[in-house]
């Protein structure tokens, strides 16, 4: 039971990614950017710069998630990443509209994701000296 906000956050998570690749789908017809090019017109560009580091930002989210749920707190886990999602969505919306104000979505969910990191750490540390 404990586990269901994790789990529909980690749902939500890779709903977001589907999304990214979609939208670079989208993007490279609308612009003409034909596959395998990375770049051409520069809000193709955008697009898919969004998916790139949404991609870059799962690998550090989804490991931390789990690994805090586990060592700390499930109900914690599932809320810190509920913040995390709302980051990466102001991110995502931030960077299409004026990629210089990206900074914001950036940070809330790149801070959201060490706070599960060092999280995790201390949780497990602490479990390793309880012997358990």
Known sequence: MALHLPAIVTLLALLL???S???VGMARKKYGVAAPATTGHAAFEVVYRVQMNTLEQLVLFLPAL???SEYVSP???GLLG?????GRVLYSVSYVQDPKSRGPG???SFMTA???MIGAAVGIVLRIMAGL
């Open 21 to 23: 690749f979609l939208a």
């Open 82 to 86: 509920l913040v995390w999602l709302v």
């Open 75 to 77: 109900l914690w886990a």
């Open 17 to 19: 990614f589907i999304y």
């Open 106 to 108: 950036f940070i809330i």
């Open 66 to 68: 789990w690994l805090f």
């Open 114 to 116: 060490l706070v599960l």
